[in-house]
């Protein structure tokens, strides 16, 4: 069974995901490693997976959920491996 706030979130999620992906596509956030854009569909589509769990295939989108959950975490860590000094973002 889904809760409100799973699609409230995913809603979320989607919403930033376009608004990011915008930003990208523009040059607005050249600095930002391209990998990290992979990280957020990821993320994306793991919410998006919470919510339909609640529908059918509980354990099989359980278990997508978390891998692709998964899968982003390791993705923006490797992104920010290769930040270089010179492409710090707080700066």
Same mark, same amino acid.
């Given at each position: 069974m889904h809760e409100s706030k799973e699609?409230?979130?995913?809603?979320?999620?989607?919403?930033f995901f376009?608004?990011?992906f915008?930003?990208?596509r523009?040059?607005?956030c050249n600095r930002i490693p391209a990998i990290w854009l992979y990280g957020?569909?990821?993320i994306t589509l793991s919410?998006?997976?919470?919510?339909?769990?609640g529908f059918l &295939? %509980?354990?099989?989108?359980?278990? $997508?959920?978390? +891998? &692709? %959950?998964?899968?982003?975490?390791? $993705?923006?860590? +490797?992104?920010?491996?290769?930040?270089?000094p010179e492409n710090n973002l707080l700066l």
């Open positions: 699609i409230i979130n995913m809603l979320a999620s989607v919403a376009i608004y990011f915008y930003l990208v523009k040059g607005k957020v569909l990821l919410n998006i997976c919470t919510v339909v769990e &295939l %509980f354990n099989f989108f359980n278990m $997508l959920e978390h +891998i &692709l %959950f998964t899968m982003a975490c390791i $993705l923006f860590f +490797i992104g920010a491996l290769r930040l270089k």
